[in-house]
């Protein structure tokens, strides 16, 4: 087709699509080299707030990344999740394809393996993370949360919390709407 | 998030993710965004495709596997896209979430569902620059 090679991306991340398109047009690298190095572009923007360091805190105040990279041609993946003071994530799942023979490590053992194949350890709160936790925890008493089932009502109460042994156990099906920049 | 999927001159595809997640998540918790299927997923001989959203709902769905495999029976990106969609939408008729997929001719489309309409983002050889391409939702 004439239009190869093409990169596509969620999101309006148009320095993302740019980089990965120049990396296998200009500069010689494969597809995978195009889409590690898109992701990379966003993981050092912070596109939006929802990559990179520095957004989304979890209960606790900290950012923890997750990435997946797949090359097609091999079906080889590479993918880590929960990843602590690591903020190339996308690097470390291409390490993760690159250098074993599984597909996807986690949490601090993910970043264990990350400082053994030579990527550097950081903070990744920012002084934005650490205001939002600190209103979430403070102003907004934990809402929302992903709690349920659980005693305090976790819909009021900040945790810690243990299952709820007066309640019924309810599975709902209904979501709650999210801002538009809040999403996997 | 982002999900990105590459095809290069050659025919072969790649698709990787990167995310930092959903604000206040119990720590521990792992987006759908690096689970293969679910996140993204990509077969030479088909496509590949990624999603985007609340990946608490959506990774149970496998919604890019999903599109993958409609788009080797025959439907288009945006066709495939759309079953998967609707797969999720069936159960959770709420939720907030976007498939993108890109076939191994090079053509593109999308689904969202609980937004008014989602941006995605193209780049093409003979462009000179990134355009965004934007869709309804149901």
């Given at each position: ?28 690298g ?24 520095g ?5 606790s ?29 996308v690097?470390?799942?291409?390490a ?38 600190k ?19 976790p ?30 | ?11 072969n595809?790649?698709a ?5 997640g959903?604000?206040f ?12 299927g ?40 945006e ?26 001719n ?23 620059d990134?355009?965004?391409?934007e869709?309804?939702?149901?």
């Open positions: 087709s004439d239009s190869l090679p093409i990169v596509v991306n969620t999101w309006p991340f148009v320095n993302a699509t740019r980089n990965a398109f120049n990396k296998m047009q200009n500069q010689g494969t597809c995978v080299d195009g889409v590690e190095v898109g992701c990379r572009t966003c993981e050092d923007e912070q596109c939006d707030g929802s990559v990179g360091w957004g989304h805190p979890d209960e105040s900290e950012t923890t990344l997750d990435s997946l990279i797949i090359d097609a041609k091999t079906m080889s993946v590479g993918a880590v999740a929960n990843l602590h003071r690591i903020k190339n994530a690097g470390v799942a291409r993760v394809m690159n250098y074993t023979r599984h597909s996807i490590l986690v949490g601090e053992s993910a970043t264990k393996f990350a400082l053994d194949m030579g990527f550097e350890q950081t903070d990744l709160h920012s002084n934005q993370s650490i205001e939002q936790w209103n979430w925890l403070d102003n907004l008493s934990c809402q929302p949360n992903f709690r349920r089932n659980v005693s305090p009502d819909s009021k109460s900040c945790g810690p919390y243990t299952p709820d042994k007066f309640g019924t156990t309810s599975f709902d099906i209904e979501t709650k709407k999210r801002p538009i920049k809040e999403h996997d | 998030t982002i999900g990105m999927i590459a095809l290069d001159s050659n025919g595809l790649a990787a993710t990167s995310t930092n959903l604000q998540r119990i720590p521990g918790r792992v987006s759908d965004s690096a689970l293969i679910s996140g993204a997923f990509a077969d030479n001989e088909v496509g590949g495709a990624c999603a985007t959203g609340d990946g608490d709902v959506m990774q149970r769905f496998v919604p890019s596997y999903n599109t993958v495999e409609a788009m080797r029976r025959g439907s288009s990106p066709e495939a896209a759309l079953d998967s969609i609707k797969r999720i939408a069936k159960f959770y008729p709420n939720f907030t979430g976007a498939v993108l997929a890109l076939d191994r090079g053509r593109h489309g999308a689904a969202c569902n609980g937004m008014d309409k989602f941006p995605y983002s193209v780049m093409q050889n003979g462009w000179t990134p355009q965004i391409f869709i309804p939702c149901l």
